[in-house]
């Protein structure tokens, strides 16, 4: 898989700055993600990001997925230029100004979006699971490979990049010695569990008995709240709500 990598960042990003997260995050994919997965991809920039020359078209990307580097947040404007110059393909955005207001490297957003269009390139995936709120009752939550640990990154030759859940995460009982995310950090003595959030982190499912999607975090867990309520603004354009829109779910 190729995921072509565009930045729309209008110099605020140089190539050069993007091809050195390229090649960690190619690394990352390669050496962490890989070996548990059994799914890779190498990530390649292309095309111009100046607004004076033509943006690159689905043709000229060659890619089977693509990864925008956007400064802005201007949803309607991000999706309506995917529509327009690359339809069909699957994708993802990375807001650098959302990066800034988290107080987080861009590089780590842009590892966290890379590893979820490798899992799931389309958005369409769902695991059945415990319903967060009640155990007893089954909910079918989000495919996603970050958003549960999205607070916590590690060094990839000097650039940071996104913690991720391994496959142990998305089983309905807890392994003995099982590791659940690549850290693996203890939180109040415990590591991830199974269907678990880490704090900073969040879950999206699809609750069948009221029909439609929903997020949770940690009780009293400021830090996902603040995350959630700036990342609010682009919504529409993160992958985990491409289920929503794609059901007319609010």
Not at 115 to 144: I, Q, T
Not at 225 to 249: D, F, V
Request: proline share 5%.
């Amino acid at each position: 898989m190729i995921i072509s990598v565009v930045n729309h960042t209008n110099g605020k990003l140089s190539d050069e700055d993007v091809q050195r997260a390229v090649r960690a995050i190619n690394t990352q994919i390669a050496d962490d993600f890989e070996p548990y997965w059994s799914m890779g991809a190498r990530l390649r920039l292309e095309g111009k990001a100046g607004k004076k020359p033509p943006p690159p078209k689905a043709i000229d990307l060659r890619g089977d997925a693509v990864l925008y580097l956007w400064d802005k947040t201007d949803v309607d404007a991000t999706l309506g230029y995917h529509d327009a110059n690359n339809r069909g393909l699957p994708f993802g955005f990375v807001f650098t100004e959302l990066a800034e207001r988290l107080g987080e490297s861009w590089t780590t957003t842009f590892s966290h979006e890379a590893l979820e269009l490798v899992a799931d390139p389309e958005a369409n995936l769902m695991v059945k699971g415990p319903n967060p709120h009640d155990p007893r009752k089954e909910v079918f939550f989000w495919y996603e490979m970050s958003d549960a640990v999205q607070d916590e990154s590690y060094d990839v030759a000097g650039i940071r990049v996104s913690n991720f859940v391994l496959p142990l995460y998305f089983t309905s009982s807890d392994e003995m010695n099982g590791r659940n995310d690549f850290l693996g950090h203890a939180h109040d003595g415990k590591t991830l569990q199974s269907f678990g959030v880490n704090p900073g982190g969040y879950l999206g499912y699809f609750d069948p008995e009221t029909g439609k999607h929903e997020t949770y975090t940690r009780e009293g867990d400021r830090r996902a709240a603040e995350r959630m309520q700036i990342k609010s603004r682009a919504l529409k354009a993160r992958r985990a709500s491409r289920y929503q829109r794609r059901r007319g779910t609010s």
